[in-house]
């Protein structure tokens, strides 16, 4: 496929000797990058080869945005916001500061540094990481590979079926700028259940990390009982506004995070919690009504597969019926429904996962407390809280921090919710540093 698109793309490891190969080359181009390459070269060709991937004219980029778009079943137009939330992450100050926040001694990924007793010893990440991802986002293996790489290990991605292509597209862009660093990232591919393909990566591999829903996890992790696997399963983000703030300035920001990607991504906003008065709340639903009114114009949603209508359908039927009963409830429904704000006055304690596909619920709480146990009480760990509050403000590092207490790994301005740094992870790992460990001298290949 990516050869009739014109992409020259990435070897792809779909069988064991395919596997066996790729990996023999990325050993000896990781030898020769432990020996030549530093940390600022990384940085500068990973930078490079992603600001490519930010040209609208771009010809792979093009050709892959219309194979994802029927794939995915998501507007071209807004997967070219997700490209550019994801190689806009990858810029040469953002990579420096990450080596430089999460490396112990950034001097020593370039080579050996004295340690104890005399001795020297140099930073570096595992032989080989092994990812496998999830498919309901694009652009998911970008983060892993930076971190891969900028620790000098070999990464071996499994994307998912539902969109295997970027990974090998952008190593091939890679390849352009460095041969090396592109040989050290392994896209592999095999049908579920193809255990020998499993059981090859998971001997080869020195780290394990599984994306995914947690029943797929689960599945994976009772096959290795005695491995260590790290999983990051199923989140659930929220909006909030405070009562300090104006619910009429964050109107367009809370639309643009509910659209982006269909609010399939656990950066999605799934509840917006507005504190104080319930007139509040019920402005900022018919505002998000106007709000999301103008990006379906734009970006009209597309039906997806029977089961996720059924769940949308689902909600609005909960919805329908909620409003017959409460008095004080209300919906907010785009043409042919293509989106739906559910303002609900009192709702059970906790964070409940909607369906996604611009479906919101927008409820008031009376304070602080109120918001702070829905939050304690959600269905799923929390990802993000799009903070409808200007940062500046007095109340945002309090609030920040009670929601980080709770394990929330995102605190931004609604708007940037889908836009997350290179260095967030959704489990609040850290990307680089988790990677990392002293090697002394003779141990370090």
């Known amino acids: 496929m990516l050869a009739r698109m014109g992409l020259r793309p990435a070897a792809s490891a779909a069988t064991a000797a395919d596997l066996d190969r790729a990996l023999r080359e990325a050993v000896r181009a990781r030898t020769r990058v432990l020996d030549t390459v530093t940390t600022t070269e990384i940085i500068e060709i990973l930078s490079a080869a992603a600001r490519v991937w930010l040209q609208p004219h771009f010809a792979p980029r093009a050709r892959l945005l219309g194979l994802l778009a029927r794939d995915l079943r998501m507007p071209r ?23 430089e926040n999460e490396a112990e001694d950034p001097c020593a990924l370039d ?76 896209p592999a591919s095999w049908r579920a259940g193809d255990m020998g393909m499993e059981k090859l990566v998971f001997e080869q ?58 609010g399939l991504g656990c950066l999605t906003p799934h509840v917006i919690f507005v504190e104080g008065p319930d007139k509040r709340a019920k402005r900022l639903a018919r505002l998000l009504g106007i709000a ?4 379906e114009a734009l970006y009209p949603r597309v039906p997806r597969d029977l089961p996720a209508e059924t769940r949308r359908r689902s909600f609005l039927d909960a919805a329908e019926l909620d409003c017959a009963r409460e008095r004080e409830s209300f919906l907010v429904r785009g043409r042919g429904d293509g989106f739906v704000v559910h303002y609900r006055p009192r709702t059970a304690l906790g964070v409940a996962v909607g369906p996604g596909l611009r479906c919101i619920v927008v409820t008031p709480v009376a304070d ?33 921090a009670g929601f980080e207490d709770l394990g929330v790994t995102l605190v931004c301005e609604p708007g940037r919710m889908q836009e997350p740094p290179i260095e967030w992870a959704q489990d609040g790992h850290r990307r680089l540093a988790d990677l990392l460990e002293w090697r002394t001298v003779e141990n370090n290949a």
């Not at 032989?127 to 891969?148: D, K, Q, T």
């Not at 999983?231 to 659209?259: L, N």
């Not at 799923?380 to 920040?400: F, Q, R, T």
């Open 368 to 400: 602080r407390g109120e918001l702070f146990e829905h939050l304690h009480h959600s269905q799923l760990p929390l990802a993000a809280v799009g903070l409808g509050l200007d940062p500046l403000a007095s109340a945002w590092g309090d609030l920040a």
């Open 77 to 99: 137009a807004l997967l070219e916001k997700g490209f550019d939330a994801v190689f806009g992450a990858v810029r040469e100050d953002a990579l420096t500061n990450l080596v």
């Open 205 to 262: 591999a020195q780290r394990v990390e599984l994306t995914g829903s947690d029943s797929t996890m689960r599945s994976m992790v009772s096959r290795h009982p005695r491995r260590p696997i790290l999983t990051r399963g199923s989140r659930i983000s929220v909006g909030v506004v405070p009562r300090e703030s104006d619910t009429d300035q964050w109107k367009d920001g809370f639309a643009t995070d509910i659209v982006m990607y269909e």
């Open 111 to 186: 080579q050996p540094v004295p340690f104890a007793n005399g001795r020297k010893a140099r930073l570096l990440g595992p032989r080989v990481v092994f990812h496998s991802l999830a498919g309901n986002v694009p652009g998911l293996s970008i983060p892993p590979i930076v971190a891969a790489l900028l620790s000098r290990s070999i990464c071996i991605v499994r994307d998912s079926d539902r969109q295997p292509h970027l990974t090998a597209a952008f190593v091939a862009t890679l390849a352009e700028y460095s041969r090396d660093l592109a040989a050290m990232v392994i």
């Open 292 to 295: 999301l009114s103008r990006l």
